[in-house]
């Protein structure tokens, strides 16, 4: 019988020998938050020949990565921290990294790919967070903070409905709302404060980590030119990826929370009909046990 994998084989992973060519290794690891043109950027790092991990990497390899970042969250907050294999991601034929979860973690994967650039992708701070409040919260702000009973419902309802979903938003919660926020409402003008302080605490701690030779500062409106040559590759003769995702994930939202919302009904719809047909069904059945009782021969009885 096949064992199943825990979230801990992956620590037992090798290390990736940066030193040896033919170990794959990461040559981009990616420090900037979510929303700061993350997903322009994978596109961008891969028409360059770089495979790129990012948050919908999570989601389409599904939960064993889910476990991994989960695991990983867990280690680093040890006492002390637990040392963490990122292997997995070059492993998996990945050469960069940006977005979260990975950004959480950049100064692990520096030590374990010391010779990898790392990318600090930025934005305006108020722009940014007026961009995570519109697109990538709410499915966060509803599992943390709406607490009407119908929201509490179709949540207890999703363990049965969407069964791969809760994992996913825990670990995010775990990884990005918890563990760089507080887990504090980012809708309030308390959270908007927080968010921005911790928006740029992240990014001026990034710049005294990080060693300059190794720091690239990354804006998306810059196109090609800094990532190209601080890779040391040529500039691609194509117009560089613009891609705003917020309009799509707001609309996914919507619809998932719909989804969420109709099956409780669906579920109480159900049980009323089960009892229903158990109503009317359980009446005949026990006058069939009868009769067939009463034709039975005294001595079988």
């Not at 620590?11 to 990461?26: F, G, K």
């Not at 043109?37 to 889910?66: D, N, R």
């Not at 650039?117 to 903070?145: N, Q």
């Not at 908007?192 to 302080?197: C, F, L, R, S």
Request: hydrophobic share 40%; glycine share 4%.
């Amino acid at each position: 019988e096949k064992k199943k994998k825990t979230s801990t084989d992956y620590h037992r992973l090798p290390m990736a020998n940066i030193e040896t060519p033919d170990v794959p290794t990461l040559r981009v690891i990616g420090a900037g938050f979510g929303r700061t043109g993350t997903l322009s950027t994978k596109m961008a790092l891969e028409q360059l020949g770089l495979p790129c991990y990012h948050m919908l990497e999570v989601f389409k390899l599904g939960k064993e990565h889910v476990r991994f970042w989960a695991d990983a969250a867990e280690r680093r907050d040890a006492s002390p921290p637990q040392p963490i294999d990122f292997s997995l991601l070059p492993a998996a034929g990945y050469r960069a990294c940006v977005d979260w979860p990975a950004s959480t973690f950049y100064r692990e994967m520096m030590e374990q790919f010391p010779d990898a650039k790392v990318l600090l992708t930025v934005r305006d701070p108020e722009r940014w967070h007026a961009s995570v409040v519109s697109s990538i919260f709410p499915p966060a702000a509803w599992y943390l903070h709406d607490r009407a009973w119908y929201d509490r419902l179709a949540l207890w309802c999703s363990r049965f409905t969407l069964p791969n979903m809760l994992p996913i938003v825990s670990m995010i919660n775990r990884v990005v709302w918890s563990g760089h926020f507080g887990g504090v409402d980012l809708r309030t003008e308390h959270g908007k404060q927080v968010a921005i302080a911790e928006y740029e605490r992240h990014i001026a701690e990034v710049r005294r980590v990080v060693p300059p030779e190794k720091l690239v500062e990354f804006h998306a409106s810059q196109g090609w030119a800094p990532l190209c040559e601080a890779l040391d590759l040529p500039v691609p003769d194509v117009p560089f990826p613009n891609v705003n995702s917020s309009a799509e994930m707001s609309r996914n939202h919507i619809i998932i929370r719909t989804y969420l919302y109709v099956s409780p009904l669906l579920a109480l719809g159900a049980l009323v009909g089960a009892a229903y047909a158990a109503h009317r069904y359980v009446p005949w059945v026990s006058l069939g046990q009868r009769i067939s009782s009463s034709l039975l021969p005294s001595s079988s009885k």
